[in-house]
């Protein structure tokens, strides 16, 4: 996908696309969905009218892949990871009604859409994944929780901006803005979860980076732990955590 080609680098490994699953719902159809993409759609409409940066089908899909990769990289099995993936691209659904507890309102909605079509235990971690990725009321309470939280907080890119002029731009449209590169690597061997950015400091300062995203950080390094791993942030090939 485009936005994943945008953050490549030649010395990383290539991503992996999901496989299908032997039984219950593939990725693909989940995304062929007409009501789940319909709940993708509304979702990121509330959001601009809030104001807020790009919710849509772009942060979804990467969202669910990068949930699916740190998965099957960390050495987790193949269904594990596709629910990962699935809880992904669902996780901001609940968006459409409000952004206040959003987590929660999408597992439900979700659950609804999904109840008669997947196996219960199944719909279960992912609902409870959807309900704990945000800083808020979010807790690693599975492997794909874990993993849709890294996923989630590592989606910090200027392409998410909506805005067209500078001047419009709060602190999270500078940070977003500034980030020129994002990528979350998983490196198995050594048991860490890194995440690497390339921020441009002439629009927004690392500092302001800390001051809004300190939570999602914090949060990032208790799905790791919940992993086997340590998390780390690098910044400009500086690390800092």
Known sequence: MSEAAER????????????????????????????????????????EGMGYTEHGFRHANLTARIAYNVLHRVGFDEHTANLACIAGY???????????????????????ALRDRMPSADLATVVAAIANHEEEQGYSVSEVAAAVILADKSD???????KTGRPEFDIHDRVNFAAEQSFLRVDPAAKTITLELTIDPQISQVMEYFEIFLGRMQLCRKAADALGCRFKLVINQAELA
């Open 156 to 162: 910090v890119h200027r392409s998410r901006v909506r």
């Open 90 to 112: 669902l996780h901001d659904v609940g968006n459409m009604l409000t952004r206040e507890a959003h987590g929660q309102t999408g597992g439900l909605l979700v659950y609804h």
């Open 8 to 47: 490549a680098r030649e010395d990383r490994p290539a991503a992996v696309e999901p496989a299908p699953e032997a039984s219950g719902l593939t990725f693909e159809q989940i995304q062929a969905d007409p009501e789940l993409s319909s709940f993708i759609s509304a979702a990121d409409r509330v959001m």
